[in-house]
């Protein structure tokens, strides 16, 4: 046999498809929306024109003006900081207080993991909305109760995942090793458990993180997140469903924004995922 007939092919290093990139791109305006929104735009997004109600995307408005004239595209622009730093926001505490609350159950024994999986079934219980509707109930309307809500929801599935890595990375030789050392075990927990038991979280986090912003607009077209005359997409959206007969545009492109963020941070998690699974082989 020949040389090229012995030789192993070597995998392919892959970087990320079509998809990816344009994903990545398209985060990187949204970023740039978020912290800079007058690099595109000056049309104030709270500025009202009632001569120029329900116009079409001309050159003058390029994706219209809804019904108080209002322009759209300074709204998606303006509108993408409460949207996504609300989903932003209840998916970091959600992470956060998974982190916690998955390594306590995996590290206080039989009792304090029963207590801490006990509590975390009652959050399960509890239909997403209706827990976020309950904290808002109590705390009130806004922005920061909607994230906390949100958090609330997204909180008992990143502590399960969390207290199931904790459970196979402490059975590692090299934390038997750091015990075996005399080590306290505070910092095994901190220098070994915790970031080699949350690399998958992060993937998780980023995929749920479209779920996220997904509720956040859905709170705020029904009210309770950010309130007028703030620009916010869900917000959006449901100022303009009275109007659909007359014009489509007030509606579809909110919506638009909406899809292209949750399938960007989509695409961006299962690619991130994908090369975690990888390392890990």
Avoid: C, K
């Avoid at 998974?98 to 009652?122: E, H, K």
């Avoid at 220098?191 to 993180?209: E, S």
């Amino acid at each position: 046999m020949t040389d090229t007939e012995l030789a192993v092919p070597r995998p392919r290093r892959t970087t990320g498809g079509t998809a990816f990139w344009i994903g990545v791109a398209f985060l990187v305006l949204l970023a740039a929306a978020v912290v800079f929104p007058a690099l595109f735009t000056r049309i104030d997004p709270n500025a009202a024109d009632l001569l120029s109600t329900l116009r079409p995307p001309s050159a003058a408005h390029w994706l219209g003006t809804d019904q108080n004239g209002r322009d759209i595209f300074a709204r998606i622009v303006y509108g993408a900081r409460p949207s996504l730093v609300i989903g932003l926001g209840a998916t970091v505490l959600a992470l956060a207080g998974g982190i916690v609350l998955g390594t306590a159950a995996a590290q206080l024994g039989r009792a304090g993991d029963q207590v801490i999986s006990r509590v975390l079934d009652v959050l399960l219980s509890v239909p997403g909305l209706l827990l976020v509707f309950l904290v808002v109930a109590v705390l009130g309307i806004g922005s920061a109760n909607a994230t906390i809500g949100l958090a609330l929801v997204g909180l008992p599935g990143f502590a399960r995942v969390v207290r199931a890595e904790v459970i196979r990375v402490r059975g590692a030789h090299y934390v038997e090793a750091a015990l075996g050392l005399g080590w306290r075990r505070f910092t095994v927990i901190v220098r070994h458990l915790v970031p080699n038991a949350v690399g998958p979280i992060f993937a998780l986090a980023t995929v749920g993180l479209g779920s996220m912003i997904v509720a956040s607009s859905s709170l705020s077209f029904v009210g309770l997140g950010p309130q007028p005359p703030t620009a916010e997409w869900g917000a959006m959206l449901s100022g303009s469903r009275d109007y659909l007969v007359l014009a489509w545009w007030p509606a579809v492109f909110p919506g638009l924004a909406i899809t292209l963020a949750v399938l960007a941070f989509t695409v961006a998690g299962q690619h991130l995922q994908r090369r975690i699974d990888r390392r890990s082989r």
